[in-house]
């Protein structure tokens, strides 16, 4: 079993930045890939970002366009999700997965998934 905790959410305004962390515990996640989606206000959970388990590849959704950046630190058991250039649109929930099967953009795909954090860009 994996715990995931996601962390660092919070308010900012456009064109800023925050960075996402989301913590593992439990059994050890350096088999798994792991990604981000994220959760606006009456639409579908969408894919973001993910990372293989060995960050040898990165895959990102056609809206980052250069905005966000996903980081492992296995010895640390976190993943980090790097903002920028914030904008109202990219308000929503962001929640961390973890998937035995690779990095996917299929939510049904994953088999953990931390309990989300708040991501508010103000205009």
């Known amino acids: 079993q994996v715990q995931l905790v996601e962390s660092g959410g919070g308010l900012v305004q456009a064109g800023g930045s925050l960075r996402l962390s989301c913590a593992a515990s439990?059994?050890?996640?350096?088999?798994?890939?792991m990604a981000w989606f994220r959760q606006a206000p009456g639409k579908e959970r969408e894919f973001a970002t993910g990372?293989?388990?060995?960050?040898?590849?990165?895959y990102y959704a056609d809206f980052v366009k250069g905005r966000l950046t996903i980081s492992i630190d296995n010895a640390k058991n976190t993943v980090y999700l790097q903002m920028k250039s914030l904008k109202p649109e990219d308000t929503a929930v962001y929640y961390c997965?973890?998937?035995?099967?690779?990095?996917?953009?299929?939510?049904?795909?994953?088999?953990?998934w931390g309990q989300g954090t708040q991501v508010t860009v103000s205009s």
């Open positions: 997965a973890a998937g035995s099967l690779g990095v996917a953009t299929t939510k049904s795909l994953y088999d953990y």
């Open positions: 439990g059994r050890t996640f350096s088999n798994h890939a």
């Open positions: 990372i293989n388990c060995s960050g040898s590849r990165i």
